[in-house]
């Protein structure tokens, strides 16, 4: 992206921040508050990032190499920031772990007399009903800036039984 893009990505997110703000002082409850405060949370943070970028790039033009590929990175973080406004779910399927919001890893494998299972969490998506004013200005967000904007429930879905052929067969499958 060029200075003056991460200049107007900057102003938009700064003007999506102002009108998270203004909306959490109409919240009537505190589910309502909290979901505008993680989104004013992560536009920061956002808005952070892109600060970043633009003062690494002012040290590039004076041939700072270090700063070129810091640059580089930051770049790449920047591709694949999200905003999440509930819950966010990772899931290391080498490991068959997983963890809730950053918190510690969790073991998915279960396992009794009839065999393994692995019960990992479903992220299920807020409905706009649920979400209230903050829909549209999520949907505006990632519209306008391209960053998503998620807001999801962490549920223990369905419990799936793991067969040891299972992982021959993805083998197999990813070496096609």
């Known amino acids: 992206m060029t200075s003056e893009q991460n200049l107007m990505l900057y102003t938009k997110l700064a003007g999506f921040r102002l009108i ?15 979901r505008h405060d993680r989104l004013i949370e992560g536009l920061e943070a956002t808005i952070h990032r892109i600060q970043t970028v633009m003062a690494l790039e002012r040290q590039v033009l004076t ?7 810091q640059l580089e990175g930051e770049i790449e973080i920047f591709g694949r920031f999200a905003i999440s406004l509930l819950d966010d779910v990772e899931i290391d399927y080498d490991t068959y772990e997983y963890r809730i919001n950053g918190g510690r890893w969790i ?19 807020l409905t706009d009903e649920e979400l209230g004013a903050l829909a549209p200005i999520m949907r505006d967000i990632t519209e306008e800036t391209g960053i998503p904007v ?23 499958r990813s070496s096609k």
């Open 20 to 34: 998270a703000v203004a909306g959490r002082i109409a919240c009537v409850d505190d589910f309502s508050r909290e």
């Open 63 to 69: 041939d700072d190499e270090f700063a070129a590929s």
């Open 107 to 125: 073991n998915a494998l279960m396992v009794d007399d009839s065999g393994v299972y692995v019960d990992y969490p479903e992220l299920i998506v």
């Open 150 to 172: 998620r807001a999801g429930r962490a549920i223990h879905g369905e419990t799936r039984r793991l067969h040891p052929d299972y992982a021959v067969q993805d083998k197999h």
